[in-house]
């Protein structure tokens, strides 16, 4: 039987998706606790209650905000594929953007789109220009805010449809899989998804995670990814006295930041170009001064020369000022998956027939971006990345379409029954 929501489980998602999206899980890349923000607790607590009344089993939140659970598998002995399928893990997470308000969330629905600009408040509009994927979606039924906080489909989407899919497959027994494992982690946005993930605990043979964006995405690939932490030591003294003594410590970081190539920054790359994205400054003043640099490459050797130019930056900047102290930290996010997944490439492959079976035209490509999964098929779990649905992730003008969420759902369920036939 093919995988078909029904308008039930279609109102379902909808609902799932507005109540998570209510929920303040908004985390904090200058906490050192796990998670990094207690309040991802509250949602997580609510998906173990949840999990439990579908049937799971194991349902749990351990120490850290990681949600557990299993569905059993409904292969009868008869069947040729009984007891052959690998456990396959469904994978999302709690945490939204730590730099966009997600608090007191006010979901605004607009159903049967009728292809025009939206007019999210006064002075905010959608148009369909700046935003081509809304001529995709007419007739749609689309989900944004207020235009005060980001929405939350990041990655709350992903979250209810693998609830959804749950109640799909108790509603319809017929449709074979094999066991399934799921994952709600936290603090994937700040970087610490897989910190205490227990990929042996967690038991799946491959995985998939769904945290991508636009309708048929499959991501086998993400970037390289590195932070460099430049710190800059100056020498303070009474400004009115401070001739040939005083050192800023603030010039010394502008200097560094001004100097970076534009063509190696964010706004000025797309596709598969890597960039340095100074992103961060922590509480700084005339003595003490630091900021955080996003590395991103494709490759590694593409990601160590960016470190280069950045390092070449700091010691032109230091010939300006003798006097500063520079100093630069490189610590390691997370590698692209594809090396990875290419050594075992049949959980990409079973990813892109299942989305065919759901009459989706399948968009592989590689994501400018991170998910747990990179991190995860580097600790020995390859998970690629399938579509959620949200769009302008990370901003107040984020947006949704259910139906693309109800596809996800719909091609997550065929990529099961692709293992149960493969198997």
């Known amino acids: 039987m093919n995988a078909t929501?029904?308008?039930k489980h279609q109102k379902n998602l909808l609902e799932r998706f507005l109540r998570y999206v209510k929920i303040d899980t908004q985390s904090d890349e200058e906490s050192e606790s796990t998670p990094s923000t207690e309040k991802q607790k509250d949602l997580s607590r609510l998906l173990v209650a949840e999990l439990s009344e579908l049937g799971c089993t194991g349902a749990?939140?351990?120490?850290?905000?990681?949600v557990f659970?299993?569905?059993?598998?409904?292969?009868?002995?008869?069947?040729?594929?009984?007891g052959r399928v690998p456990t396959i893990g469904l994978i999302?997470?709690?945490?939204?953007?730590?730099?966009?308000?997600?608090?007191?969330?006010?979901?605004?629905?607009?159903?049967?789109?009728?292809?025009?600009?939206?007019?999210?408040?006064?002075?905010?509009?959608?148009?369909?220009?700046?935003?081509?994927?809304?001529a995709l979606c007419k007739g749609h039924t689309l989900i944004h805010t207020d235009g005060t906080t980001l929405l939350g489909a990041d990655d709350k989407a992903g979250i209810a449809e693998i609830m959804t899919l749950i109640s799909w497959l108790n509603d319809n027994p017929d449709f074979l899989h094999g066991p399934i494992r799921i994952g709600f982690t936290p603090d994937e946005e700040i970087g610490r998804g897989a910190d205490h993930f227990d990929v042996k605990a967690f038991g799946a043979a491959y995985a998939y995670t769904l945290d991508g964006s636009e309708l048929g995405?499959?991501?086998?690939?993400?970037?390289?990814?590195?932070?460099?932490?430049?710190?800059?030591?100056?020498?303070?003294?009474?400004?009115?006295?401070?001739?040939?003594?005083?050192?800023?410590?603030?010039?010394?970081?502008?200097?560094?930041?001004?100097s970076i190539d534009e063509d190696q920054?964010?706004?000025?790359?797309?596709?598969?170009?890597?960039?340095?994205?100074?992103?961060l400054m922590s509480s700084s003043d005339v003595s003490k001064a630091e900021f955080k640099v996003l590395v991103r490459a494709f490759t590694e050797e593409e990601l160590e020369e960016r470190e280069a130019h950045l390092n070449e930056v700091v010691e032109q900047v230091g010939d300006c000022f003798p006097k500063a102290k520079i100093?630069?930290?490189?610590?390691?996010?997370?590698?692209?998956?594809?090396y990875k997944i290419s050594e075992d490439p049949k959980v990409l492959n079973y990813a892109i027939e299942g989305i065919k079976r759901a009459g989706?035209?399948?968009?592989?490509?590689?994501?400018?971006?991170?998910?747990?999964?990179?991190?995860?098929?580097?600790?020995?779990?390859?998970?690629?990345?399938?579509?959620?649905?949200?769009?302008?992730?990370?901003s107040v003008n984020e947006w949704v379409s259910l139906e693309w969420m109800g596809k996800a759902v719909e091609a997550t369920a065929e990529i099961l029954g692709v293992w149960v036939e493969k198997s």
């Open 5 to 7: 929501l029904t308008a």
């Open 60 to 66: 749990v939140m351990d120490e850290n905000g990681y």
């Open 69 to 82: 659970a299993s569905v059993s598998a409904n292969i009868p002995e008869s069947h040729p594929a009984h």
């Open 92 to 134: 999302a997470h709690v945490d939204t953007y730590p730099g966009t308000s997600g608090k007191d969330v006010k979901p605004q629905i607009i159903e049967d789109y009728d292809g025009s600009d939206i007019h999210i408040s006064d002075d905010q509009v959608l148009t369909v220009p700046a935003n081509p994927n809304l």
């Open 217 to 258: 995405e499959i991501e086998d690939e993400t970037f390289c990814a590195d932070t460099a932490i430049v710190t800059i030591t100056g020498h303070d003294v009474h400004p009115g006295y401070a001739k040939d003594t005083l050192v800023n410590a603030i010039r010394v970081a502008a200097a560094i930041i001004d």
């Open 265 to 279: 920054l964010p706004e000025t790359t797309e596709g598969r170009e890597p960039y340095l994205h100074p992103y």
């Open 327 to 338: 100093d630069i930290e490189i610590k390691e996010s997370y590698r692209n998956m594809g």
């Open 360 to 394: 989706v035209e399948p968009k592989r490509q590689a994501i400018r971006g991170g998910t747990d999964g990179a991190r995860l098929s580097f600790m020995g779990l390859l998970t690629p990345n399938i579509w959620a649905g949200g769009q302008s992730f990370h």
